[in-house]
Antibody, heavy 121, light 110 residues
Framework: QLQLQESGPGLVKTSETLSLTCSVSGVSISSSGYYWGWIRQPPGRGLEWIGSISYSGSTYYNPSLKSRVMMSLDTSKNHFSLKLSSATAADTAVYYC??????????????WGQGTLVTVS | QSALTQPASVSGSPGQSITISCTGSSSDIGSYNLVSWYQQHPGKAPKLMIYEVSKRPSGVSDRFSGSRSGSTASLTISGLQAEDETDYYCCSYAGNSILVFGGGTKLTVL
């Protein structure tokens, strides 16, 4: 059964880099047909797509965050990662990782991690 | 890209039907049959309820249905139940492997 689990520091200092990892079990992240994504949710607010990475390592980022975001795959550990630089209080949120299915393009988040709260202070 | 527009709240009585709208633009909903809907209970991860406008994943009740007209997508829940009371989010493909979410709608079952 597919499972995703986020991990990383729960507290990040202002101006530093927020780093999270999503460990995947039940499927290889290098399997064609899937992308892997990050979505965040500030406390009491809605969901925001951060970006996605394909099974081959191609990346796609939210234009509003593009200058600060980097995503990568580690196929040897079957996990993918998020780095968000120059963090501010506005980046405080629950961060979710998710699998995206590809019909013709990656458009559906069918499996989600449980989420991890990151506070920037 | 701008967030999709959803009503902040909708309500209905048990057994009734409700519809949640999701308005985008010609750059997202209006151009692609790639709208998905997510249900999120407090403190939990979102759950996929509808994908590609109107398809239901295995295990999702057929009381949930989706549609699209122009740049507006809709989620309809029929036979409203108390357990349906929670938050719902729409999401659309916006080209170039970019996704955009709606602001969310809180459903209250009266």
């Amino acid at each position: 059964q597919l499972q995703l689990q986020e991990s990383g520091p729960g507290l990040v200092k202002t101006s530093e880099t927020l780093s999270l990892t999503c460990s995947v079990s039940g499927v290889s992240i290098s399997s064609s047909g899937y992308y892997w994504g990050w979505i965040r949710q500030p406390p009491g607010r809605g969901l925001e797509w951060i970006g996605s990475i394909s099974y081959s390592g191609s990346t796609y980022y939210n234009p509003s965050l593009k200058s600060r975001v980097m995503m990568s795959l580690d196929t040897s550990k079957n996990h993918f990662s998020l780095k968000l630089s120059s963090a501010t209080a506005a980046d405080t949120a629950v961060y979710y990782c998710a699998r995206l299915t590809v019909a013709v393009v990656p458009a559906t988040c069918d499996y989600w991690g449980q989420g991890t709260l990151v506070t920037v202070s | 890209q701008s967030a999709l527009t959803q009503p902040a709240s909708v309500s209905g009585s048990p057994g009734q039907s409700i519809t949640i709208s999701c308005t985008g633009s010609s750059s997202d909903i209006g151009s692609y049959n790639l709208v998905s809907w997510y249900q999120q209970h407090p403190g939990k991860a979102p759950k996929l309820m509808i994908y590609e406008v109107s398809k239901r994943p295995s295990g999702v009740s057929d009381r949930f249905s989706g549609s699209r007209s122009g740049s507006t997508a809709s989620l309809t829940i029929s036979g409203l139940q108390a357990e349906d009371e929670t938050d719902y989010y729409c999401c659309s493909y916006a080209g170039n492997s970019i996704l955009v979410f709606g602001g969310g709608t809180k459903l209250t079952v009266l």
